[in-house]
């Protein structure tokens, strides 16, 4: 049994892997933010807005979508590297975020 573990493992990486880069946003100025699922809806909208303009909220509330703000305000770094500094688990593309409404 210990010697098909490390390929069951290797495997199991790798299919992540493929995972977590095929889910990756498309385009530089629009993605989806998953915050921390404790977050409460103010908290993960909060930290959205200072990363760029939320345009929906997810089925969860820490599912959030965005694109980025006007030239004028933009910075050196990327929307996602901007959503992963305000505590965003994952970054991914707008439509693989399913339904969002957006924020009233």
Do not use: H, K, Y
Request: net charge neutral.
């Amino acid at each position: 049994m210990a010697t098909w573990l490390p390929a069951a493992g290797l495997c199991f990486l790798s299919l992540i892997a493929a995972l977590v880069l095929g889910a990756a946003p498309r385009q530089a100025n629009a993605a989806a933010a998953i915050f921390p699922p404790w977050w409460d809806a103010p908290r993960a909208l909060a930290a959205a807005d200072r990363a760029g303009a939320v345009t929906g909220i997810g089925a969860q509330p820490f599912i959030i979508t965005l694109t980025e703000r006007a030239p004028s305000d933009a910075t050196n770094r990327s929307l996602a590297a901007a959503l992963r500094a305000q505590g965003a688990w994952l970054v991914v593309d707008p439509g693989l975020a399913g339904p969002c409404a957006p924020p009233s």
